[in-house]
């Protein structure tokens, strides 16, 4: 499920969620439950560069800038140059440079708290900083997990060699390097893994770094909602603190809960059905689509696969299809308004399926 090998993400597990210079990557747990910001902005392009719009679709902050980063508060990351040699520095919403930084790339923030590396995101260094510009860890790891809980879980040795622990924001070792990989903390544990990812065992340490669930998963992800999503042999189900099974392994797949609900996977990767279940495991809407993100402000984005064309729309909790399937793409909800893609043109819809950006390359 995880490796560490780092890699881009468009909706992995949809366990977390972060959109990082119009790619999706999976550190930071996600934060749909927050209220929206009705100030927010979002990035657009048009003719190669980037700016923002406001939640009505007009055009704040001139397309200048070579990649930008969704607005988290008062500041949006922004880099002008390529990826491997451009910086990124933050603006303010009239879009004046407030800080300049030394990194290549910006993900975040959680809690005021931006993972920030240097070189490419598959090799370089990686590091935390805070809002005001401010290093919390200097850029010395290979690879960092952070959720709103410390310590945060890092890698060092170098990628396919190196072992993961967990720091604190001195920087120190509260939990030494030992394991194969690692997840961040949530509700107080952790899942870790001895062994390769083919052969290794997983299992759950609490901030002592104490295993307090035994090694016995052969995939396992952090807690949400009371419940953590684990497999055995070929089947998923999900645990409680105790690690005692709540709903026992009979799915495919299965992804953490988000807004009460949790996407499974019915049937291999090619043929298999997504639903969604309460935390009894039962299903509130039934293993119907072909792939789907996780809830997000009511909604979720699922396609139907060759019955709708390949195409990707919303439904609603019940499982009503709410925006119709007509886009090649979708991401999930924020502060009201959703990026979708057809062809290769972006644009901005707000819940009721209306452009309030029409797609733009």
Sequence with gaps: MKTCKKYTLAGFLAFLLIVSFSSTQT????????EEDITALYPVEMDGKWGYINRTGTLIIECQFDQAMAFTSELGAVRIGDRESGKVSFINKTGNTVIETE????????????????????????????????????????????????????????????????????????????????????????????????????????????????LMFDDADSFSHGLAAVRTGEKCGYIDHSGSFVINPQYDAALSFYEGLGMVRVGDRKTGKIGYIDKKGAFIIEPEVSNGLSFSEGLAGITMGKKSNGKWGYIDKIGLLVIDTKFDSVESFSNGLARVRIGKKYGYIDKSGNYIREPTN
């Excluded at 550190?27 to 927050?34: L, M, T």
């Excluded at 960092?144 to 890698?155: E, L, S």
Aim: hydrophobic share 40%; charged share 20%; aromatic share 16%.
């Design 103 to 214: 990194y290549n790339w910006v993900l975040g923030p959680v809690n005021d708290v931006y993972v920030v590396v240097i070189g490419k995101c598959d090799n370089g260094k990686w590091g935390l900083m805070d809002k005001n510009g401010s290093s919390i860890l200097e850029p010395t790891f290979d690879w960092i997990w952070i959720n709103k809980d410390w310590p945060a879980a890092v890698h060092v040795g170098g990628c396919g060699e190196g072992k993961w622990g967990f720091v604190n924001k001195a920087a120190e070792f509260t939990i030494e390097p030992q394991f194969d990989y690692a997840w961040h903390f949530a509700e107080g544990l952790a899942p870790v893994r001895f062994g390769t990812q083919e052969s290794g065992v997983w299992g759950y340490i609490d901030n002592s770094g104490k295993i307090v669930i035994n």
């Design 27 to 34: 550190v930071f747990a996600n934060s749909s439950d927050d």
